[in-house]
């Protein structure tokens, strides 16, 4: 073997270790944030009862919580999904080409402001314009138990925070589903055309269909962000730990990620680890989305949809 | 983008309404009604409402008349995908326009130049806290980057078999980690250590790292992979070792993508208040050293300010809508750059 092959292999093997060792390493990050979890919220698990916040058990602390949780990220779901389908056949399909672009640039933007900034929009113009549509909502529609009243004056209710969820998981969503959208077979698209049909309905029997699963994986990744989305919960909400499901009082559920960020500054010894706890089961819970999000996509594109 | 098959539009020579149809009704009713809700004294906010219905009716009714039931659903359903769109562009103009009109009363000077140390109402400013955040940032970027671009590099160009699936997938996953729990990580890690009482500005960078890496990795993946083969074939027949292809002609290819996608990724991480909330702690002076105590930074400055004022209130809150406004014009110059990059260079950004 010459001096320049042994050079040239020791620096092959030098380099595709170093590539390993950093694909290796997240996943030791990962398993770190998971063991580094666990073991400070271990405490929490095995401490009696009475030592605990409010003196009964940890599923009693948690539940509430994982309550306002998901019925924050529901509505936030339910406004953005629709919403995002519409921007994105709207960048897709409908838009004259130049401002298609442009559109795109938009949407992106959203992505990029910073969560603590819809959260103090959320509370200084959304809440104060939400007041009067709340209050209609108490007076006409109270006998539904989602506007049960009575109607918050300050505007700090679910209702907003979940619209403003919904605002920043828009652009996930939208994003996906741009993405396939703009994928959608020429030929199948023309073919329809061929056959006379209005281009609404080349979409919605041509390019909804392709692109139904995509839309599925892209609302899971969605909700996943909506879960753990802390600050503008935490700006938004007064919470006080009740469980309803009244959407526009001013009593409301607080969510795992904002009560972590509001109690932790202020928490030492085991609620810390009650907190991390906390922490652990809103991992799980995102975790779990995500791998079912990927488990769609996944199965998307071997079946060749891409 | 909208590369979608041409249809041809019925017009006034074919049996259907005439061009610009759409545009016309809605630019006829926003007027209509909109003299209507000046003479009412309604708001701009009912204003728009109406028009929104009334186009909707207008096209159907016009259209129905003229064209037929199928083609008035698509008209519909245009109209209606159009103002959707606007429905969920209106919150980032009223966002921004908010952000920058409040924030223009405190950003001067004193604001961008000076600490809160010794401020008790008036003045003060956030330079400590833009000086933590630029430092947090920046230690978490260097460490992400040289990562980031490993791991891409080991996904595109080495991996293969279970190991490589097993990256990806949990690239995906760690995609989906929440701020806040990324912020608990870096915590659980420091507190092991050094106890529960800890905050220090590099407790953030890691967790800000755990939040880059994996947008890094999939920007960077991206890239590589658009680098054609031939230009790595064209380099090993001249007896290149694939390390040097990799550094000497793959990477340059790819440069300025990866660069657009690490940018895309700062800007991400640049406002993440949660994360910084439980590790940094706050401080009212400046502290450019991440290795000691608590360091001030924007988001939390942001938080603290408008969560919790002091008396009077309307000194802290402006400092919060300065603090928001100059946080904005950070991510934008980013957003921007790497765009510009990206167009400068010809990069294809999917994300």
């Given at each position: 073997m010459s001096g320049t092959n042994g050079y040239r292999r020791l620096g092959d093997r030098a380099f595709a270790g170093l590539a390993t060792g950093a694909g290796v390493l997240i996943l030791i990050v990962l398993a770190g944030v998971a063991a580094f979890l666990i073991s400070e919220a271990a405490p929490a698990?095995?401490?009696?009862?009475?030592?605990?916040?409010?003196?009964?058990?940890?599923?009693?602390?948690?539940w509430p919580l994982v309550f306002g949780t998901v019925l924050s990220a529901t509505i936030a779901i339910l406004i953005a999904v629709p919403m995002a389908i519409a921007v994105a056949l709207f960048t897709s399909h409908l838009a004259p080409r130049p401002i298609a672009l442009s559109v795109s640039y938009l949407t992106d933007l959203l992505a990029a402001i910073p969560?603590?900034?819809?959260?103090?929009?959320?509370?200084?113009?959304?809440?104060?314009?939400?007041?009067?549509?709340?209050?209609?909502?108490?007076?006409?529609?109270?006998?539904?138990p989602l506007f049960e009243g009575p109607a918050s004056t300050t505007g700090r209710t679910m209702l907003v925070a979940g619209m403003v969820l919904a605002l920043m998981i828009l652009p996930i969503i939208s994003a996906v589903a741009r993405?396939?959208?703009s994928q959608t077979p020429k030929g199948l698209?023309?073919?329809?055309?061929?056959?006379?049909?209005?281009?609404?309905?080349?979409?919605?029997?041509?390019?909804?269909?392709?692109?139904?699963?995509?839309?599925?994986?892209?609302?899971?990744?969605?909700?996943?962000?909506?879960?753990?989305?802390?600050?503008?919960?935490?700006?938004?909400?007064?919470?006080?730990?009740?469980?309803?499901?009244?959407?526009?009082?001013?009593?409301?559920?607080?969510?795992?990620?904002?009560?972590?960020?509001?109690?932790?500054?202020?928490?030492?010894?085991?609620?810390?680890?009650?907190?991390?706890?906390?922490?652990l089961v809103l991992f799980a819970i995102t975790l779990a989305v995500n791998i079912a999000a990927r488990t769609v996509i996944g199965r998307r594109e071997a079946a060749g949809g891409r | 983008?909208?590369?979608?098959?041409?249809?041809?539009?019925?017009?006034?020579?074919?049996?259907?309404?005439?061009?610009?149809?759409?545009?016309?009704?809605?630019?006829?009713?926003?007027?209509?009604?909109?003299?209507?809700?000046?003479?009412?004294?309604?708001?701009?906010?009912?204003?728009?409402?109406?028009?929104?219905?009334?186009?909707?009716?207008?096209?159907?009714?016009?259209?129905?008349?003229?064209?037929?039931?199928?083609?008035?659903?698509?008209?519909?359903?245009?109209?209606?995908?159009?103002?959707?769109?606007?429905?969920?562009?209106?919150?980032?103009a009223s966002l921004i326009y908010t952000v920058v009109s409040e924030g223009l009363a405190r950003f001067d000077g004193e604001f961008l130049t000076s600490s809160m140390r010794g401020i008790l109402a008036d003045g003060g400013g956030a330079f400590h806290a833009a000086a933590g955040t630029f430092v947090i940032t920046a230690v978490a970027t260097l460490g992400a980057v040289p990562v980031g671009v490993l791991a891409a590099i080991y996904l595109v160009e080495y991996g293969n078999g279970r190991l490589k699936r097993a990256i990806t997938f949990f690239v995906d996953v760690m995609m989906g980690i929440p701020s806040i729990v990324a912020g608990l990580f870096?915590?659980?890690?420091?507190?092991?250590?050094?106890?529960?009482?800890?905050?220090?500005?590099?407790?953030?960078?890691v967790a800000l790292m755990v939040l880059m890496i994996p947008i890094v990795i999939r920007a960077t993946e991206e890239m590589l992979r658009v680098v054609p083969d031939s230009l790595r074939e064209a380099s090993y027949a001249l007896g290149v070792p694939k390390w040097l292809t990799i550094l000497k002609v793959v990477l340059p290819t790819a440069l300025a993508g990866i660069v657009t996608?690490?940018?895309?990724?700062?800007?991400?991480?640049?406002?993440?208040?949660?994360?910084?909330?439980?590790?940094?702690?706050s401080i009212d002076s400046t502290n450019l050293n991440p290795f000691d105590g608590r360091m001030a930074n924007l988001p939390v400055f942001v938080y603290q300010e408008y969560k919790f004022p002091g008396v009077p209130p309307e000194a802290y809150i402006e400092r919060a809508w300065a603090g928001a406004l100059l946080l904005i014009v950070m991510v934008m110059a980013l957003f921007l750059t790497a765009r510009l990059i990206a167009r400068r260079y010809g990069v294809e950004i999917r994300r």
């Open positions: 698990f095995v401490a009696p009862a009475s030592d605990l916040p409010d003196g009964e058990s940890l599923a009693r602390y948690v969560s603590i900034i819809y959260g103090i929009w959320g509370i200084a113009v959304l809440g104060p314009a939400s007041v009067p549509a709340t209050q209609w909502l108490a007076d006409h529609l109270g006998f539904i993405e396939v959208f698209q023309e073919s329809a055309l061929a056959l006379g049909a209005t281009r609404w309905e080349m979409i919605r029997m041509v390019v909804l269909p392709f692109g139904r699963s995509a839309v599925v994986a892209g609302s899971m990744l969605g909700l996943g962000r909506a879960l753990g989305e802390t600050m503008a919960v935490t700006i938004i909400l007064s919470v006080s730990g009740v469980i309803t499901f009244d959407l526009i009082s001013s009593e409301n559920p607080s969510t795992i990620a904002a009560n972590i960020a509001l109690q932790f500054p202020e928490s030492s010894g085991l609620d810390l680890n009650v907190l991390i706890a906390t922490g | 983008m909208a590369d979608s098959a041409v249809s041809i539009p019925l017009g006034e020579g074919n049996g259907g309404l005439p061009p610009r149809a759409n545009l016309t009704v809605g630019a006829f009713v926003a007027i209509a009604s909109g003299a209507l809700s000046f003479t009412l004294g309604l708001g701009p906010f009912v204003w728009l409402s109406i028009t929104g219905f009334l186009s909707l009716v207008a096209i159907s009714a016009w259209s129905l008349a003229v064209e037929g039931r199928r083609r008035a659903r698509d008209r519909v359903m245009t109209v209606l995908v159009f103002e959707v769109f606007a429905l969920a562009m209106a919150p980032l870096a915590f659980a890690l420091f507190a092991l250590f050094f106890g529960p009482g800890i905050r220090l500005g590099v407790m953030g960078s996608g690490v940018m895309l990724a700062i800007a991400r991480v640049i406002g993440e208040t949660a994360p910084l909330l439980i590790t940094t702690g």
